[in-house]
């Protein structure tokens, strides 16, 4: 009897294999009913994005070959500016809370942003610091360049100089971190305080100096796609794209903080 229970058990569990077979090869995934991807995603990010965003792109365009991403990288508060003033943008990503708040106070964004990485302060020296400058304290007595204050890197210097008690009269005000770097390559300044992904991302021309009163300054950076977004689909996909492991990983090692 136990013999005969097994033989119709078995034969059970092979017909319904057979019959899942059957159905899986007349009804291949759908992958999830996504929506096909093709066309531009315009993408308006910080200019400190700029070396990781243009990896991601790359990344993106090969897991959507009908896609392709169009980057403008800049000062946040100009980039809000342009989208408020009407630029045609799929997706926007700040380097600060503030500056993304001025395309939600027009009400042009499509849902809630989210902050997807944060970045923190570092000073950015030449080569070898031949200056010997350790922290905050020594930029008095520098030539030092500084992020305009309306730029989230110049809101977040604001911030660090106050939490150390000084003073800094800066020999020029940039408009975005990239402009401020710059300014170091070319040997115009002695220091400047941009971002550690910068730095990073710059380590065969400059050096960096890290100091404390950047854990008071943290730049949380959110995204979010713009409600009239010309390719609603190809923004959903880059922001859900955003979020996965791999961008992730490649964030983390541009020096981006992952919350």
């Given at each position: 009897?136990?013999?005969a229970?097994?033989?119709?058990?078995a034969?059970?569990?092979?017909?319904?294999?057979a019959?899942?077979?059957a159905?899986?090869?007349n009804?291949?995934?759908?992958?999830?009913?996504?929506?096909k991807v093709?066309g531009?995603?315009?993408?308006?990010?910080?200019?400190?994005l700029?070396?990781?965003f243009?990896?991601?792109?790359?990344?993106?365009?090969?897991?959507?070959?009908g896609a392709?991403?169009?980057?403008?990288?800049?000062?946040?508060?100009?980039?809000?500016?342009?989208i408020?003033?009407?630029?045609?943008?799929?997706?926007?990503?700040?380097?600060s809370?503030?500056?993304?708040?001025?395309?939600t106070?027009a009400?042009?964004?499509g849902?809630?942003?989210r902050v997807f990485?944060?970045?923190?302060?570092e000073?950015a020296?030449?080569?070898g610091n031949?200056?010997?400058?350790?922290?905050?304290k020594?930029l008095?007595?520098?030539?030092t360049?500084l992020?305009a204050?309306e730029?989230?890197?110049?809101?977040?210097?604001?911030?660090?100089?106050?939490?150390?008690?000084?003073?800094?009269?800066?020999?020029?005000?940039e408009?975005?971190?990239?402009?401020?770097?710059?300014?170091?390559?070319?040997?115009?300044?002695?220091?400047?305080?941009?971002y550690?992904?910068d730095?990073?991302?710059?380590?065969a021309?400059?050096?960096?100096?890290e100091f404390?009163?950047?854990?008071?300054?943290?730049?949380d950076?959110?995204?979010?796609?713009?409600g009239?977004?010309?390719?609603?689909?190809?923004?959903?996909?880059f922001?859900?794209?955003?979020?996965?492991?791999?961008?992730?990983?490649?964030l983390t090692e541009?020096g981006?903080?992952v919350?």
């Amino acid at each position: 009897m136990r013999s005969a229970r097994s033989l119709l058990a078995a034969t059970a569990v092979l017909a319904l294999a057979a019959a899942l077979t059957a159905c899986t090869a007349n009804n291949p995934p759908s992958n999830n009913g996504a929506p096909k991807v093709d066309g531009t995603v315009t993408v308006f990010a910080a200019a400190s994005l700029k070396e990781s965003f243009t990896e991601l792109g790359k990344r993106f365009e090969a897991a959507y070959p009908g896609a392709k991403v169009s980057f403008n990288f800049g000062g946040s508060s100009a980039l809000a500016q342009s989208i408020v003033s009407g630029a045609p943008v799929d997706v926007f990503a700040a380097a600060s809370p503030a500056t993304m708040k001025t395309v939600t106070d027009a009400k042009l964004t499509g849902e809630d942003p989210r902050v997807f990485v944060r970045n923190t302060l570092e000073i950015a020296v030449a080569k070898g610091n031949p200056k010997h400058i350790g922290g905050l304290k020594d930029l008095g007595g520098v030539k030092t360049a500084l992020c305009a204050k309306e730029v989230p890197c110049g809101a977040a210097a604001v911030t660090a100089l106050k939490a150390a008690g000084v003073e800094v009269t800066p020999a020029t005000y940039e408009q975005d971190v990239k402009g401020a770097l710059t300014k170091v390559e070319l040997g115009e300044v002695d220091a400047s305080l941009v971002y550690r992904t910068d730095v990073k991302a710059d380590a065969a021309k400059i050096d960096g100096v890290e100091f404390p009163e950047s854990a008071q300054a943290v730049n949380d950076y959110p995204v979010v796609s713009l409600g009239k977004a010309p390719n609603a689909n190809g923004a959903a996909a880059f922001l859900g794209y955003l979020n996965s492991m791999d961008a992730r990983r490649v964030l983390t090692e541009a020096g981006f903080q992952v919350p």
